[in-house]
């Protein structure tokens, strides 16, 4: 069927005429809708400016096509099954009965001739299409292709969602939260997987899209664990409902997108980052779970040794100066510093921290969030930074030349510093700040302390029990059968506590580089990081080997994850 052409007026204008809305609750309405990916009409019911029945009334006028109360049909299941649920959830359309050829349709837009187009290729009939509330709609799409999944609701058995509202940004001064009402499945199952993954301490959350299956990853104690696959049908529906929380656009799918939703269950407010990335067959969706009352902020607690403790806390202490953390990604550089911070953080300083992005959110300290885009730079953050009086600075990352003299700079005139770099090990620190060009008069005169880390999974407390190796085996990790025989090693049986994995939690171990006069002068005779290294040791610094040789033999961790995370 071919639709009689439509009136230009813009919805807008035509409920304003009518007397429907007002000017500002349409300025309101399109503030609300801008980067939603919704229409019009959807964003003014939700918003309860208008019935939807009137909307849907105007609409079938400008589009000159009949309406239709969905409230009053009952789709036989046959006709449902014409139209796959991908399809049905892309284009917000539902089946509603066929006569001989034809099939009615309901579309939120009828003029959508390239959906029309596809609608008729799929089914193999002509479509005959009429309007609906898209409210209505998208909620009876759901009702129709969700609600009779059995192995949806199979799922939805192993997992107990809680409540959960989402927390609107813009309304945290009044306190104000719009609660997750809908019943519908996937809206359930997405509660569930958030839910879930918070109480199994989980750090992020996969949801991956392939040719025939959906799939969802638990990132726990540093590894990725399957944990379900909801039926292939769902992948359309689940993007969008994790779009729509996270204030993405559900209409583009071919560029990625980041967003963050904020949501309270019961006493908890947990924050997750979203990040979503076009793949072959839809968009893998990460979201990364910054739960502040798991964040540990005592430096003490933290497993580092009796010296390595010392000389950090005397620095952290300092006036001015640099204190540097580096590591891989993921190894706890970021929680590190936060710690440190909170250390410091009293009435009578002024903290400010440029973060990419800005993980937890700590009262008492400046956070700025450093944006590329519009020219927000580590190295802009840094030079606003020394115009606003601060004491102590914080820079996520040095990237850069700029970003790291700028660092020294404020290091040499007064301020405490403290950084991150990608480093393997604290003495090759030293060496990477002069390789960007970095004078080392300045690095040996600004630096004062280097913190290497890393992460290794703690041995199960419930399933902890004695091993033993043989030679083959140790050679084959790098240790010396002799010294592994001195102490006594622990690995985890496997048990329900811990998913079967003997692990449970995560361990620091640290290299605590600080730059004694004989170290400074080394760096000003060029000496290398090896002869650095060597130095350090010789003053009392224990290397992330030694570290974790230390916590083998206290049986806190594994002579595998130990030598998974050092080098010699």
Do not use: W
């Amino acid at each position: 069927m071919t639709t009689a052409p439509a009136s230009t007026e813009r919805l807008g204008d035509l409920l304003i005429r009518e007397g429907l809305i007002t000017r500002e609750q349409l300025q309101q309405a399109l503030e609300q809708q801008q980067g939603s990916g919704m229409r019009l009409g959807y964003t003014l019911v939700k918003l309860g400016m208008v019935q939807e029945i009137e909307i849907t009334k105007m609409l079938a006028r400008q589009y000159r096509v009949p309406a239709v109360d969905l409230s009053r049909f009952e789709v036989d299941e046959k006709i449902i099954k014409l139209i796959p649920n991908e399809v049905a959830l892309r284009h917000t359309v539902l089946p509603l009965k066929r006569e001989a050829r034809t099939l009615t349709v309901a579309m939120a837009d009828p003029t959508n001739h390239s959906v029309l187009d596809d609608l008729k290729f799929i089914t193999r009939f002509d479509i005959f299409p009429v309007i609906a509330g898209e409210y209505t709609l998208r909620t009876a799409i759901e009702r129709y292709y969700e609600q009779t999944d059995a192995q949806l609701e199979s799922l939805l058995k192993d997992m107990e969602a809680e409540d959960l509202e989402i927390v609107e940004e813009e309304d945290e001064e009044e306190g104000s939260a719009i609660q997750i009402a809908d019943d519908a499945p996937v809206v359930k199952l997405i509660n569930g997987i958030m839910t879930d993954a918070v109480k199994r301490g989980a750090s992020d959350i996969h949801i991956e899209p392939f040719e025939k299956e959906i799939r969802v990853r638990y990132r726990i104690d540093g590894s990725l664990q399957e944990v379900m696959k909801p039926p292939v049908k769902l992948k359309a529906a689940l993007t969008s409902r994790v779009k729509i929380m996270s204030n993405l656009n559900i209409a583009e799918r071919r560029v990625p997108q980041d967003g963050r939703i904020k949501m309270k269950m019961g006493d908890r407010v947990i924050d997750f980052r979203v990040s979503t990335l076009p793949v072959i067959f839809g968009e893998k969706i990460v979201l990364r779970i910054l739960d502040k009352g798991n964040l540990t902020l005592d430096l003490t607690k933290f497993g580092f040794e009796p010296k390595a403790e010392k000389d950090l806390m005397r620095n952290i202490l300092n006036p001015y100066g640099m204190v540097l953390v580096t590591g891989p990604t993921g190894s706890g550089k970021t929680t590190t510093l936060y710690s440190a911070l909170s250390r410091v953080n009293n009435i009578d300083v002024n903290i400010m921290t440029a973060e990419d992005p800005v993980e937890y959110n700590i009262h008492g300290i400046n956070q700025v969030l450093v944006r590329n885009e519009i020219g927000m730079t580590f190295a802009a953050a840094l030079k606003a930074f020394l115009r606003q009086d601060p004491n102590i600075i914080m820079v996520g990352e040095i990237r850069d030349l700029e970003t790291g003299s700028i660092a020294i700079k404020a290091a040499l005139t007064g301020h405490l510093v403290l950084s991150t770099l990608h480093t393997n090990d604290a003495s090759s620190t030293i060496t990477r700040m002069i390789d960007m060009g970095i004078e080392p008069f300045n690095v040996a005169s600004a630096v004062n302390l280097i913190v290497a880390q890393r992460l290794v999974r703690r041995i199960c407390g419930n399933c902890k029990a004695e091993c033993e190796y043989s030679e083959e085996e140790l050679g084959a990790l790098g240790i010396d059968a002799k010294h592994a025989g001195e102490i006594q090693l622990y690995k985890g049986e496997g048990c329900d506590t811990c998913g079967g994995t003997g692990y449970k939690g995560r361990q620091g171990i640290y290299e605590v580089m600080a730059l004694s006069p004989e170290l400074r002068r080394m760096i000003l005779r060029g000496s290398s990081s090896d002869e650095l290294k060597q130095t350090a040791i010789e003053e009392g610094m224990l290397t992330l080997r030694m570290d974790g040789m230390v916590k083998l033999q206290r049986g806190v961790t594994t002579l595998e994850e130990v030598v998974k995370e050092t080098a010699e």
